[in-house]
């Protein structure tokens, strides 16, 4: 099977998933992967948004598809790197929107996780992405043997408190860490 296909088989699953009844209930649409599925490198967020993701299917964005402020930082970012957002594979730990932009519960993201694990299978990405704490304390919690794993502020985080100096150093240091694993 092409990796097309394969993605295509786990976003139907994903798209038709209900398992977790908050979530079905306040979600637009479960949302799939978002990107260049060729690229050694995924991104990975806690979950959709209530009047973004969730609605656009494109992370950072609003309902109309622009960019939100987070977006805005995570653009300037990959930016840096000589990329666009459709340049770079984005997907969600959680691929539905909680109720209220709240946290996702431990029970939603176990539900979650055959999905991100599948995507992660099926692209076997070099470098692995987590975007924020929560993000980064799941991928540090398990065990991964064919990818790095290198962890960044999350964008709204870094436009809250104003660590833009500190986001672009690790952009820098994701860069850097990129060129090594493609050699």
Same mark, same amino acid.
């Given at each position: 099977?092409? =990796?097309?296909?394969?993605?295509?088989?786990?976003?139907?699953?994903?798209?038709?998933?209900?398992?977790?009844?908050?979530?079905?209930?306040?979600?637009?649409?479960?949302?799939?992967?978002?990107?260049?599925?060729? /690229?050694?490198?995924?991104?990975?967020?806690?979950?959709?948004?209530?009047?973004?993701?969730?609605?656009?299917? /494109?992370?950072?964005?609003? /309902?109309?598809?622009?960019?939100?402020?987070?977006?805005?930082?995570?653009?300037?970012?990959?930016?840096?790197?000589?990329?666009?957002?459709?340049?770079?594979?984005?997907?969600?730990?959680?691929?539905?929107?909680?109720?209220?932009?709240?946290?996702?519960?431990?029970?939603?993201?176990?539900?979650?996780?055959?999905?991100?694990?599948?995507?992660?299978?099926?692209?076997?990405?070099?470098?692995?992405?987590?975007?924020?704490?929560?993000?980064?304390?799941?991928?540090?919690?398990?065990?991964?043997?064919?990818?790095?794993?290198?962890?960044?502020?999350?964008?709204?985080?870094?436009?809250?408190?104003?660590?833009?100096?500190?986001?672009?150093?690790?952009?820098? =240091?994701?860069?850097?860490?990129?060129?090594?694993?493609?050699?």
């Amino acid at each position: 099977m092409t =990796r097309a296909f394969e993605l295509a088989k786990l976003f139907n699953g994903i798209k038709k998933c209900e398992r977790c009844s908050d979530l079905v209930k306040s979600r637009h649409q479960a949302t799939t992967g978002y990107g260049n599925a060729t /690229i050694p490198v995924t991104f990975v967020g806690l979950a959709p948004t209530e009047r973004g993701h969730n609605v656009s299917g /494109i992370p950072f964005t609003s /309902i109309d598809g622009s960019l939100i402020p987070s977006g805005k930082v995570f653009l300037s970012g990959l930016k840096s790197l000589g990329c666009r957002i459709q340049d770079v594979y984005f997907t969600e730990l959680v691929k539905c929107h909680p109720p209220k932009n709240r946290k996702p519960t431990q029970e939603e993201i176990t539900n979650c996780e055959s999905y991100l694990l599948g995507e992660i299978a099926i692209l076997k990405p070099k470098v692995i992405v987590p975007l924020g704490k929560d993000v980064a304390n799941y991928f540090s919690k398990r065990v991964w043997k064919s990818s790095k794993i290198f962890a960044m502020l999350h964008p709204s985080y870094v436009h809250r408190f104003q660590k833009y100096n500190e986001y672009s150093e690790q952009f820098t =240091r994701l860069f850097e860490l990129i060129g090594r694993e493609l050699k």
